[in-house]
């Protein structure tokens, strides 16, 4: 007669299935390994750590390094977006095409498209 089935019943779901209950779940499931086994066991969880925080540092790493190229990016953005408004300007007051190139450090060819 089997009056309990630990992997369908709803007492044991109910116990051991929650977050909160999780250590007693591992602990419960701990007592019947043998010392070799619980050492496997101590060194997969440590492992396993381990890569979770490699895996967060390098997210961590690639994240600020996004950062820093789109803020790089931002600014290199915003000084030609400056080297076309002053060429717009000294272009409505006539000014040589070839001084602006040297007064923005465009090039005649981003003068002409403007």
């Known amino acids: 007669m ?3 089935d630990v ?3 709803y007492a044991f779901k109910k116990v051991f299935g929650s977050d909160t209950s999780k250590e007693i779940l ?3 499931l701990e007592a019947n ?4 086994e619980l050492e496997a066991q101590h060194k997969r969880q440590e492992f396993i750590s381990i890569q979770k ?6 997210d961590e790493e690639g994240f600020e390094k996004g950062l ?6 931002g600014l ?3 000084a030609k977006n400056k080297q076309i408004e002053i060429a717009k300007i000294l272009l409505s007051q006539n000014i040589k095409k070839s001084v602006i190139a040297l007064s923005t450090g465009l090039t005649i060819v981003e003068i002409d498209t403007l």
Do not use: M, P, Y
Not at 33 to 36: A, E, F, G, R, W
Not at 68 to 73: A, I, P, T, V
């Open 33 to 36: 390994l043998s010392k070799d």
């Open 7 to 9: 992997k369908t019943d």
């Open 26 to 28: 591992i602990s419960f």
């Open 53 to 58: 925080l490699a895996v967060l540092k390098a």
């Open 2 to 4: 089997n009056f309990l």
């Open 76 to 78: 290199e953005q915003g």
């Open 68 to 73: 820093e190229q789109g803020l790089e990016k």
